[in-house]
C-alpha cells in the first residue's frame, strides 16, 4: 500500500476547520474494517484514511505545526500500513478494569504471532513488524499492530474464494474464533487487488 506522503496532510488550522468531514467518512470505514473476535479482542484492518485520519488527529490535538515533527509522525504511523500482498490489522485487548487487563495480558504473550485469517485450507498467520521498544516477557501491550502477509499462490486463492473466512486466535492460553462480515471480506479482496 503506498505510503502517505507530507503534502497529503493538512495544515492543522485547514483541518480544525473540516475533521467533521472527515470523522463522518472514517467511521463509516471502520464500520466495515472492525470486527469483534471475542468479549475481550477486537481488531481493525487498517487503511490509508483510517492512518491519516490517525495523524490528522495527532496534529489537532497537539496543534502540531513544527515541520520535523510532522516528518516523524509520518514516519510512526506509515509503519500502519501493509507491506504489499500483506493486510494490515491493529489488535485490541479491550478489558475496562485495568487490574482484570494487567493479569490477563501476562497470559498472552506472543499473541502477536498467534492471529490468523482462514479460508478454505488456508492459514495467514501474522506478525509485528520490529519495534523499537524492547519486548517484556512477563507482559504484553494491549495494542498490537499486525501484519497478515500472503504469498502470490495464498494471494490468488483469496481473492477467489467464496466461503466464509474466519479470523483465529490460536494462542497456547488463549483460542477463539469468528466469522468476518462479506462486506469486511470483498474490502480486503480490493484493497489486495491494488
Same mark, same amino acid.
Given at each position: 500500500m503506498k505510503k502517505?506522503?507530507?503534502?497529503?496532510?493538512?495544515?492543522?488550522?485547514?483541518?480544525?476547520?473540516?475533521?467533521?468531514?472527515?470523522?463522518?467518512?472514517?467511521?463509516?470505514?471502520?464500520?466495515?474494517?472492525?470486527?469483534?473476535?471475542?468479549?475481550?479482542?477486537?481488531?481493525?484492518?487498517?487503511?490509508?484514511?483510517?492512518?491519516?485520519?490517525?495523524?490528522?488527529?495527532?496534529?489537532?490535538?497537539?496543534?502540531? @505545526?513544527? &515541520?520535523?515533527?510532522?516528518?516523524?509522525?509520518? #514516519? =510512526?504511523?506509515?509503519?500502519? +500500513? *501493509?507491506?504489499?500482498? $500483506?493486510?494490515?490489522?491493529?489488535?485490541?485487548?479491550?478489558?475496562?478494569?485495568?487490574?482484570q487487563l494487567r493479569?490477563?495480558?501476562?497470559?498472552?504473550?506472543?499473541?502477536?504471532?498467534?492471529?490468523?485469517?482462514?479460508?478454505?485450507?488456508?492459514?495467514?498467520?501474522?506478525?509485528?513488524?520490529?519495534? @523499537?521498544? &524492547?519486548?517484556?516477557?512477563?507482559?504484553?501491550? #494491549? =495494542?498490537?499492530?499486525?501484519? +497478515? *502477509?500472503?504469498?502470490? $499462490?495464498?494471494?490468488?486463492?483469496?481473492?477467489?474464494?467464496?466461503?466464509?473466512?474466519?479470523?483465529?486466535?490460536?494462542?497456547?492460553?488463549?483460542?477463539?474464533?469468528?466469522?468476518?462480515?462479506?462486506?469486511?471480506?470483498?474490502?480486503?479482496?480490493?484493497?489486495?487487488?491494488?
Amino acid at each position: 500500500m503506498k505510503k502517505i506522503a507530507r503534502n497529503e496532510l493538512l495544515p492543522y488550522k485547514e483541518y480544525v476547520q473540516v475533521h467533521e468531514k472527515f470523522l463522518q467518512r472514517v467511521i463509516a470505514e471502520k464500520k466495515i474494517r472492525r470486527f469483534t473476535l471475542n468479549e475481550r479482542m477486537s481488531g481493525l484492518f487498517e487503511t490509508r484514511l483510517t492512518v491519516w485520519y490517525q495523524i490528522q488527529e495527532m496534529i489537532r490535538a497537539e496543534e502540531i @505545526e513544527r &515541520e520535523e515533527y510532522l516528518e516523524d509522525m509520518l #514516519s =510512526v504511523y506509515n509503519d500502519l +500500513l *501493509p507491506d504489499d500482498n $500483506e493486510l494490515s490489522l491493529t489488535l485490541f485487548i479491550e478489558i475496562p478494569n485495568q487490574e482484570q487487563l494487567r493479569a490477563f495480558n501476562k497470559t498472552i504473550i506472543g499473541i502477536e504471532n498467534s492471529v490468523e485469517l482462514r479460508f478454505g485450507d488456508t492459514v495467514i498467520t501474522s506478525y509485528e513488524p520490529d519495534s @523499537e521498544e &524492547e519486548a517484556d516477557e512477563n507482559y504484553t501491550q #494491549s =495494542v498490537h499492530y499486525l501484519r +497478515l *502477509p500472503f504469498t502470490a $499462490e495464498q494471494l490468488s486463492s483469496f481473492k477467489a474464494y467464496e466461503g466464509d473466512v474466519i479470523a483465529t486466535v490460536n494462542h497456547a492460553n488463549y483460542q477463539s474464533t469468528t466469522t468476518l462480515s462479506p462486506e469486511l471480506v470483498a474490502s480486503l479482496k480490493k484493497e489486495l487487488e491494488s
